[in-house]
T-cell receptor, first 110, second 114 residues
Framework: GQNIDQPTEMTATEGAIVQINCTYQ??????LFWYQQHAGEAPTFLSYNVLDGLEEKGRFSSFLSRSKGYSYLLLKELQMKDSASYLC???????????FGAGTTVTVRA | DTGVSQDPRHKITKRGQNVTFRCDPISEHNRLYWYRQTLGQGPEFLTYFQNEAQLEKSRLLSDRFSAERPKGSFSTLEIQRTEQGDSAMYLC????????????FGSGTRLTVV
């Protein structure tokens, strides 16, 4: 089975940095994904890590440590539109099925 | 291509009624997935198709649920004899075999069973 943990809520100020941690215990590993989901909308793909290290995409970066079963998503220069739920998902031994954490709701305040 | 489309966006039904949802994936994507999401939770895997073959069904998918993808293009998800516990957002997603990145989700169908 898959066990994926992330904090329920985080609050940060516009322009600041927030780091969302995700820990996982899974039967097999074939990639870790981060998705952003605004209320009432579909999840949208943010990042993908399969090897250890940092992947940077503009204001968003994602880090993976496979030996520790740990990832984080770093959001820099926060904007009000970044207020959303951020979902951590792990792909197991197969190459298709994702198991999601419950999501972290980030609230950006002015 | 406008992405993954789902219809309807919202459905309110009485307990015991049958409902059917439709998903149109990105045209070149050969994999299609159904997930269910309840408030405050992440999406949960229901089932997966590669072309027209249904290759995996979650044990969450009771015998009241059936999904089809008859020609390897659009898919339908039917729930028979709906129960209040079926109230959720039903998400469809698609991807291409061999593509390492994650899938593209549709906007979902929100089902409310009253």
């Amino acid at each position: 089975g898959q066990n994926i943990d992330q904090p329920t809520e985080m609050t940060a100020t516009e322009g600041a940095i927030v780091q969302i941690n995700c820990t996982y215990q899974t039967s097999g590993f074939n990639g870790l994904f981060w998705y952003q989901q605004h209320a009432g909308e579909a999840p949208t793909f943010l990042s993908y890590n399969v090897l250890d290290g940092l992947e940077e995409k503009g204001r968003f970066s994602s880090f993976l440590s496979r030996s520790k079963g740990y990832s984080y998503l770093l959001l820099k220069e926060l904007q009000m539109k970044d207020s959303a739920s951020y979902l951590c998902a792990v792909r197991g031994n197969n190459d298709y099925k994702l198991s999601f954490g419950a999501g972290t709701t980030v609230t950006v305040r002015a | 291509d406008t992405g993954v489309s789902q219809d309807p966006r919202h459905k309110i039904t009485k307990r015991g009624q049958n409902v059917t949802f439709r998903c149109d994936p990105i045209s070149e994507h050969n994999r299609l997935y159904w997930y269910r999401q309840t408030l405050g939770q992440g999406p949960e895997f229901l089932t997966y198709f590669q072309n027209e073959a249904q290759l995996e069904k979650s044990r969450l998918l009771s015998d009241r649920f059936s999904a089809e993808r008859p020609k390897g293009s659009f898919s339908t998800l039917e729930i028979q004899r709906t129960e209040q516990g079926d109230s959720a957002m039903y998400l469809c997603a698609s991807s291409l075999v061999g593509q390492g990145d994650g899938y593209t989700f549709g906007s979902g169908t929100r089902l409310t069973v009253v």
